[in-house]
């Protein structure tokens, strides 16, 4: 099957570099980027020819698209895909959380939209729990200062974490709230919004920690079915703090998923 890539920052390039490697039943097509210098640079460092595509015509031409653009671009690339009958496999949970009447197109189309959600496990008990009652959800984040600096909400708000010495919280509210004011940051909460009792309901913490090198998060669920928390330390990307490494690994691992005899998980 061929895959495009729509956008080629860290997460695209660690998607690019497994398909050059070698995922069964998958070959690289091509890629958007919207930073032609940037995709060049990046294609170089992979010392493989790859080719670059407006994003109509990748789409066009490749049997699945794998968005790792920013989530502004989301509704461009899910609208055309569904359009055009192409599966999108996407880590922008924000992004579907923003355009929940896609779904319907999708439905219509009689086509899919993937959320990769390596970032953060649970998820499979998380939706097992969500067919029953699920009373409470509350998810608490933390990040070295470094991941949250270029953050929509800790600019907007003055919010000084360059000399910050000690653990400080810098946002309580739902995961709606959260994925708007920390697009780039939770996808990860809009992830578990979405798998448990909605993104409204599902409490936020975000707390920037100096002592920490690693994007942290806690996920604390109450249901009549159990009783459960789960945590991960995500290293974090060279390139980009604020995304964990093992978030492109789960995207190849959705790949790897699709054609697989054995489906492990829900």
């Given at each position: 099957?061929?895959?495009?890539?729509v956008?080629?920052g860290?997460?695209?390039?660690?998607?690019?570099?497994?398909?050059?490697?070698?995922?069964?039943?998958?070959?690289?097509?091509?890629?958007?980027?919207?930073?032609?210098?940037?995709?060049?640079?990046?294609?170089l460092?992979?010392?493989?020819?790859?080719?670059?595509?407006?994003?109509?015509?990748?789409?066009?031409?490749?049997?699945?698209?794998?968005?790792?653009a920013?989530?502004?671009?989301?509704?461009?690339?899910?609208?055309?895909?569904?359009?055009?009958?192409?599966?999108?496999?996407?880590?922008?949970?924000?992004?579907?959380?923003?355009?929940?009447?896609?779904?319907?197109?999708?439905?219509?189309?009689?086509?899919?939209?993937?959320?990769?959600?390596g970032?953060?496990?649970?998820?499979?008990?998380?939706?097992?729990?969500?067919e029953?009652?699920?009373?409470?959800?509350?998810?608490i984040?933390?990040?070295?200062?470094?991941?949250?600096?270029?953050?929509?909400?800790?600019?907007?708000?003055?919010?000084?974490?360059?000399?910050?010495?000690?653990?400080?919280?810098?946002?309580?509210?739902?995961?709606?709230?959260?994925?708007?004011?920390?697009?780039?940051?939770?996808?990860?909460?809009?992830?578990?919004?979405?798998?448990?009792?909605?993104?409204?309901?599902?409490?936020?913490?975000?707390?920037?920690?100096?002592?920490?090198?690693?994007?942290?998060?806690?996920?604390?669920?109450?249901?009549?079915?159990?009783?459960?928390?789960?945590?991960?330390?995500?290293?974090?990307?060279?390139?980009?703090?604020?995304?964990g490494?093992?978030?492109?690994?789960?995207?190849i691992?959705?790949?790897?998923?699709?054609?697989?005899?054995?489906?492990?998980?829900?």
């Amino acid at each position: 099957m061929k895959v495009g890539i729509v956008g080629f920052g860290s997460i695209g390039t660690e998607v690019a570099k497994a398909l050059i490697i070698g995922v069964e039943n998958f070959s690289l097509y091509g890629v958007v980027s919207r930073s032609k210098k940037n995709v060049e640079r990046r294609i170089l460092q992979l010392n493989h020819q790859i080719k670059i595509f407006e994003l109509e015509t990748l789409i066009q031409k490749c049997d699945i698209i794998i968005d790792c653009a920013p989530k502004e671009a989301f509704r461009e690339i899910a609208t055309q895909c569904i359009q055009n009958n192409k599966t999108l496999i996407t880590v922008s949970g924000a992004g579907i959380l923003d355009n929940l009447d896609l779904e319907e197109m999708a439905k219509e189309k009689n086509t899919q939209i993937i959320l990769a959600t390596g970032a953060i496990l649970g998820l499979d008990a998380l939706r097992a729990a969500s067919e029953s009652k699920i009373n409470s959800v509350k998810m608490i984040t933390r990040k070295p200062p470094n991941a949250l600096s270029n953050a929509p909400y800790v600019i907007e708000n003055g919010i000084q974490l360059d000399k910050l010495l000690a653990s400080k919280l810098i946002f309580k509210g739902s995961a709606t709230e959260g994925a708007k004011a920390f697009p780039a940051n939770v996808n990860v909460a809009a992830a578990v919004g979405l798998a448990g009792i909605g993104a409204d309901k599902t409490e936020l913490e975000i707390w920037a920690d100096p002592d920490l090198d690693r994007n942290t998060h806690k996920v604390e669920v109450d249901a009549d079915s159990a009783v459960f928390e789960m945590s991960i330390q995500n290293v974090q990307t060279p390139e980009n703090p604020g995304t964990g490494k093992i978030t492109g690994l789960s995207v190849i691992a959705c790949l790897r998923g699709l054609k697989s005899p054995f489906k492990i998980g829900t």
